[in-house]
């Protein structure tokens, strides 16, 4: 009884954790929406209008945005949805659809080694990710590596390296300033021998050289897929919810030039631009993994739909 309630409890704890990191993408979403719903007696031009402005402030980007006017004004024509007060019920309902389209978990096999290559500008949270990823994993009892391909800077690779310790995984590293893909040839190679699961590369993401950045991103994915059947396996793109309309075009970018099979969505925590994932959803087709709701090291969930717009519209 009393282990079944602390279960409950955890669950419980759970939830209302995601909720309060999306408390001020509610304030400026979903109470917005609550205000304007009352103070219209009918869905006519101008309600739409004010609900378009809304949308597109909450960072909901402009192709999520139209759909979502469209189909509450389609649905008014049609007699539908006649109450402004219903419409919260609905745009609940279509946000739930959008965002279940890119609910796809990551699954890892249990069989082979499993690569990881993340990507994303400096400062998205992709070596925080890395880390919260490792542990995660190791709990579950595979065996996790960490490769500092990030040899830009060397606090980089200090970073990974003391989050390496806390988690408890190998960092395989080489000197600032090496060239990534022999640090990832290498890691390849020690990976192979040590039975390794999963293998989580960490990137550079510096801005001001994107030509370059691109091009030696490609180089360390040509090298991983020549040593490993299939890899890398995940390209994980790390965007910054803080960063809103800017943060989908860089993913864009990184989206034309490498190809991305899926997307962790940072700092949803403690920022009011959280309906991003929306716009993401819609404009880049791409599966969402993760999410990051704050700097700890458990402060990852996976991606569900139902408890992200739950959180959000409760
Ligand atoms: N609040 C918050 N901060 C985060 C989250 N993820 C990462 N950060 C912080 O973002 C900053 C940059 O993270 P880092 O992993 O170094 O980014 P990188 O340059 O992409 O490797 C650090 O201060 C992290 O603690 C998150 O989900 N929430
Ligand atoms: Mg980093």
């Given at each position: 009884m009393f282990g079944r309630k602390r279960e409950n409890d955890g669950e419980k704890g759970f939830f209302l954790k995601l909720k309060e990191s999306l408390t001020k993408t509610k304030e400026n979403l979903v109470k917005k929406v609550d205000t304007l719903l009352l103070g219209s007696k009918e869905i006519n031009e101008e309600f739409l209008e004010e609900l378009e402005t809304i949308l597109i402030s909450a960072d909901i980007g402009i192709k999520a945005t139209q759909k979502l006017v469209q189909r509450v004004k389609d649905k008014a024509l049609r007699k539908e949805l006649e109450q402004p007060d219903l419409v919260k019920d609905y745009l609940k309902k279509e946000v739930l659809a959008i965002l279940q389209q890119q609910e796809h978990p990551l699954v890892i096999p249990g069989n082979g080694l499993f690569t990881i290559m993340t990507i994303g500008v400096n400062g998205t949270g992709k070596t925080t990710t890395i880390a919260k990823l490792a542990k995660k994993w190791s709990e579950q009892g595979r065996h996790v590596l960490l490769v500092a391909a990030d040899t830009f800077r060397a606090a980089a690779v200090d970073q990974l390296e003391v989050w390496g310790k806390r988690v408890g995984c190998e960092v395989i590293k080489q000197r600032m300033g090496a060239d990534p893909s022999a640090v990832v040839f290498d890691a390849v190679q020690a990976a192979k021998s040590r039975h390794v699961d999963i293998m989580i590369i960490d990137t550079a993401g510096r801005l001001h050289t994107k030509v370059n950045l691109m091009e030696e991103l490609k180089k360390i994915k040509r090298i991983i897929g020549r040593e490993v059947e299939g890899a890398p396996h995940e390209t994980l793109l790390v965007l910054d919810a803080t960063t809103g309309q800017n943060g989908i075009n860089q993913a864009r970018q990184f989206k034309e030039a490498l190809g991305v099979s899926g997307i962790v969505l940072t700092k949803?925590?403690?920022?009011?631009?959280?309906?991003?994932i929306i716009g993401i959803s819609e404009e880049l087709q791409v599966p969402l993994r993760y999410i990051g709701i704050g700097e700890k090291i458990d402060d990852l969930r996976e991606f569900q739909a139902e408890d992200f717009v739950e959180a959000l519209f409760s």
């Amino acid at each position: 009884m009393f282990g079944r309630k602390r279960e409950n409890d955890g669950e419980k704890g759970f939830f209302l954790k995601l909720k309060e990191s999306l408390t001020k993408t509610k304030e400026n979403l979903v109470k917005k929406v609550d205000t304007l719903l009352l103070g219209s007696k009918e869905i006519n031009e101008e309600f739409l209008e004010e609900l378009e402005t809304i949308l597109i402030s909450a960072d909901i980007g402009i192709k999520a945005t139209q759909k979502l006017v469209q189909r509450v004004k389609d649905k008014a024509l049609r007699k539908e949805l006649e109450q402004p007060d219903l419409v919260k019920d609905y745009l609940k309902k279509e946000v739930l659809a959008i965002l279940q389209q890119q609910e796809h978990p990551l699954v890892i096999p249990g069989n082979g080694l499993f690569t990881i290559m993340t990507i994303g500008v400096n400062g998205t949270g992709k070596t925080t990710t890395i880390a919260k990823l490792a542990k995660k994993w190791s709990e579950q009892g595979r065996h996790v590596l960490l490769v500092a391909a990030d040899t830009f800077r060397a606090a980089a690779v200090d970073q990974l390296e003391v989050w390496g310790k806390r988690v408890g995984c190998e960092v395989i590293k080489q000197r600032m300033g090496a060239d990534p893909s022999a640090v990832v040839f290498d890691a390849v190679q020690a990976a192979k021998s040590r039975h390794v699961d999963i293998m989580i590369i960490d990137t550079a993401g510096r801005l001001h050289t994107k030509v370059n950045l691109m091009e030696e991103l490609k180089k360390i994915k040509r090298i991983i897929g020549r040593e490993v059947e299939g890899a890398p396996h995940e390209t994980l793109l790390v965007l910054d919810a803080t960063t809103g309309q800017n943060g989908i075009n860089q993913a864009r970018q990184f989206k034309e030039a490498l190809g991305v099979s899926g997307i962790v969505l940072t700092k949803l925590d403690g920022t009011a631009k959280g309906g991003m994932i929306i716009g993401i959803s819609e404009e880049l087709q791409v599966p969402l993994r993760y999410i990051g709701i704050g700097e700890k090291i458990d402060d990852l969930r996976e991606f569900q739909a139902e408890d992200f717009v739950e959180a959000l519209f409760s």
